[in-house]
């Protein structure tokens, strides 16, 4: 085998060339990751701008992944495509996921909402599984997001998958994935149907949460409203003041 070349099924490639692909794909993988920072970043600005702000966030945690180089190919392999860069690009949408764990379902929606709004980011597909669930009781917003990485020399669009989940609906995804995962997804049917009973538990348990939820905002929204309207209005010296009306009656006694 002389120095520039490798015998690679029965082809003899050149040594430059295959440094070369290496430089692609090695760039190419970078953008996925650098596209995941970017996400990252914006939730973490969303989650710190609600926390400073409502002293509330709706964003508990978020976890991403990177699919493996190796995990693409075989998915090309099984969906029948061609293996090259582009094919990549057109067929697998889901290499860089973000997944996005909330504390309520309205929380959900809330973080969907304020990324749509976002300028940046253009959403290409959303599968809403919690309005639509799937036959096995999975429940998750799912949108396709299109995210701007800016290189040193172009700047390269690429997709983000987003999963936003309530805690509930998360701790049943883990560990439904393990039990398929150790069974190598060959789970037997009364299992199937277990867990489908623990979907739908999950879900209920996070409709109960939502509600006392609410219950306990409108009991706190009351109170402010009270305090608001125990406040009373006083002008000194051309500004205006307010004070408990407890204390004005005070201060007219004395």
């Not at 706190?220 to 205006?240: C, P, S, V």
């Amino acid at each position: 085998m002389e120095n520039n070349a490798l015998d690679f099924t029965n082809k003899r490639i050149p040594m430059e060339q295959l440094k070369s692909f290496r430089d692609e794909v090695t760039r190419f993988m970078m953008t996925y990751k650098f596209a995941l920072d970017e996400m990252e970043t914006k939730i973490d600005i969303l989650k710190q701008e609600f926390q400073t702000l409502h002293d509330y966030s709706p964003i508990e945690h978020t976890k991403s992944r990177l699919k493996s180089p190796e995990s693409i190919v075989n998915k090309l392999i099984r969906k029948q495509h061609d293996i090259s860069l582009t094919s990549i690009k057109e067929h697998i949408r889901d290499i860089a996921g973000l997944r996005i764990t909330c504390s309520f379902i309205s929380d959900i929606y809330k973080v969907s909402e304020m990324l749509q709004q976002q300028n940046d980011l253009k959403v290409l597909d959303i599968k809403d599984y919690i309005a639509h669930p799937k036959s096995n009781g999975y429940r998750s917003l799912h949108l396709l997001i299109e995210v701007p990485v800016f290189l040193s020399d172009r700047t390269e669009h690429v997709c983000v998958e987003l999963q936003i989940r309530t805690i509930a609906m998360d701790f049943w995804a883990s560990l439904e994935h393990k039990i398929f995962y150790k069974y190598n997804q060959d789970v037997p049917s009364e299992l199937l149907s277990e867990l489908k009973t623990a979907a739908d538990s999950a879900s209920s348990l996070d409709l109960q949460m939502e509600r006392l939820q609410h219950e306990v905002q409108a009991i706190k929204d009351a109170h402010d409203a009270e305090e608001r309207e125990m406040l009373k209005t006083i002008h000194i010296n051309g500004q205006q003041f307010r004070i408990p009306g407890t204390l004005l009656d005070i201060l007219g006694q004395n």
